[in-house]
């Protein structure tokens, strides 16, 4: 029974230190957002869909959608197979610009069309349509939110043979990922090298006696000859004291 706890502990602390993990690799997702590009003619009505993809998890979005209004009256919006239709919301009052507003409880489990919007096409020189102001978030199982990455392709809507115009808003450059520094690794020597390195250091430089083993050194020599001096002054007595006695 002990063995049995002790491993189900294991588990669970096992499961606790890989989930951070899983939830970081969520966040570093990337949705994509991409505007069709359609033809039209100049007095009749247009539909432009709006996909969304790469979005398992994500529970809401807003999004500005641009548009030349002296090219392209905005007629309508049809809520798409994503979000619910009442959960699908759009402000188009200010002409040129369409701010759009999308959310779901659970998150979404696949791609599809997000909207179509029908446009009439009040002249011969088409606009493009552009995405910008973008954010869109994300829910895991456990139901925490984290902000995607987005990466989107604009689109429009041409007339005739002509090409289409630039855009009238300054592109959006969505946030990307900051890539990590990294270190450049410095080369070590190798042993070889170390080891010739060290030899012609130790040949070229002058051999030096440490402070204490010269200290050594003169108290040897003065050792030695204070023993040698109480050698023959001890020789000098006996002799002298044979001497007496003769």
Do not use: H
């Not at 080891?195 to 040949?203: L, P």
């Amino acid at each position: 029974m002990k063995r049995t706890l002790l491993l189900l502990s294991a588990l669970l602390l096992a499961v606790a230190l890989a989930a951070p993990a899983k939830a970081y690799a969520v966040e570093e997702d990337v949705v994509r957002i991409q505007l069709d590009t359609v033809s039209g003619e100049s007095g009749k009505q247009v539909d432009l869909s709006v996909q969304l993809s790469d979005c398992a998890g994500v529970d809401s979005a807003q999004f500005d959608i641009n548009y030349d209004s002296a090219a392209l009256e905005f007629v309508s919006m049809t809520p798409g197979d994503l979000f619910a239709a009442q959960y699908t919301v759009i402000n188009a009052d200010a002409p040129g610009r369409i701010r759009v507003a999308c959310a779901s409880a659970l998150g979404l489990s696949g791609a599809g069309t997000l909207m179509t919007l029908r446009f009439r096409v009040l002249g011969d020189a088409g606009s493009a349509v552009t995405i910008s102001n973008g954010i869109i978030t994300r829910v895991d199982a456990s139901y925490n939110q984290t902000t995607a990455l987005i990466a989107i392709t604009d689109g429009g809507i041409t007339v005739g043979t002509a090409p289409l115009p630039a855009p009238v808003v300054t592109p959006w450059v969505p946030a990307t990922p900051i890539p990590s520094p990294t270190s450049t690794p410095i080369p070590s020597p190798s042993p070889a090298a170390s080891s010739e390195a060290a030899e012609a250091q130790a040949t070229n430089s002058p051999e030096v006696i440490s402070e204490p083993a010269a200290l050594s050194a003169t108290v040897y020599y003065v050792g030695g000859g204070l023993l040698l001096a109480v050698v023959v002054l001890a020789t000098i007595v006996v002799v002298s004291r044979k001497k007496d006695r003769s």
